[in-house]
């Protein structure tokens, strides 16, 4: 079946802009992660949904950042007032199951972001 | 709490060996074990759990030290699709967060 897929692949916004990233997670996965990569880092968490609920938002850099999943599918992070120190790889993962430390998580391609 | 990796990066001929080793401070449930090509996703490799045996996976297999909370991963004859930045991802509770380490860089040549 298909994997996690992102979209747009690459966004390029202004400083103060807002900005939606969209994650389209594997089919019948309960869980659904974000995640923010630097260059030169690893994954650093952001938030993950247990279904529609934010199960743990405490990655959450400050409340511009703000992440939904109505219908506990897709989710859009979105971030208001872009920072130039925003600009990073946002990678969404899925998995099976939330909260449990034995679930595979399966990445997305990533959504590059570029704040000038 | 970040997992420390070590090396940070690995050069490496074809057919050799390398290990890779991930350490934590605290008491980890589980870790797992990604391997990232530039400009791609994470693909996973493999999950070591508390109490659970080594995993394999061809010449690639991994330990997991509980006494220690460290975990180590092998790569034995190592092929250039084995170039790559590795990430080690802990558990330190059933919260359904997953921390990675910085990564090890680890590049083969011909």
């Known amino acids: 079946g298909a994997g996690v897929s992102q979209t747009p692949s690459n966004k390029v916004t202004e400083k103060g802009k807002y900005v939606e990233l969209r994650c389209d997670p594997i089919?019948?996965?309960?869980?659904l992660y974000w995640y923010r990569q630097s260059l030169g880092q690893g994954p650093e968490f952001l938030i993950y949904f247990q279904g529609t609920g934010a199960a743990d938002d405490s990655g959450l850099p400050n409340d511009r950042f703000f992440a939904v999943r109505p219908e506990g599918s897709v989710s859009t992070l979105k971030i208001q007032r872009t920072e130039r120190g925003d600009s990073a790889v946002y990678l969404c993962?899925?998995?099976?199951?939330?909260?449990?430390?034995?679930?595979?998580?399966?990445f997305g391609p990533g959504t590059r972001l570029t704040v000038l | 709490q970040q997992p420390v990796q070590s090396p940070q990066a690995v050069i490496l001929r074809e057919g050799e060996d390398a290990v890779i080793n991930c350490s934590s401070s605290?008491?980890?449930?589980?870790v797992h074990w990604y391997r990232q090509k530039h400009g791609e996703a994470p693909v996973f490799l493999m999950i070591l759990l508390k109490g659970g045996e080594q995993k394999g996976h061809e010449k690639i297999s991994a330990s997991f030290n509980e006494k220690k909370q460290q975990s180590s991963l092998y790569l034995t004859a190592s092929q250039l699709s084995y170039s790559g930045t590795y990430f080690c991802g802990t558990y330190s509770g059933n919260t359904g967060k997953l921390i990675f380490g910085q990564g090890t860089t680890l590049q083969v040549k011909p």
């Open positions: 089919s019948g996965h309960t869980a």
């Open positions: 605290k008491a980890l449930y589980s």
């Open positions: 993962a899925s998995s099976l199951h939330a909260g449990i430390s034995t679930d595979t998580q399966y």
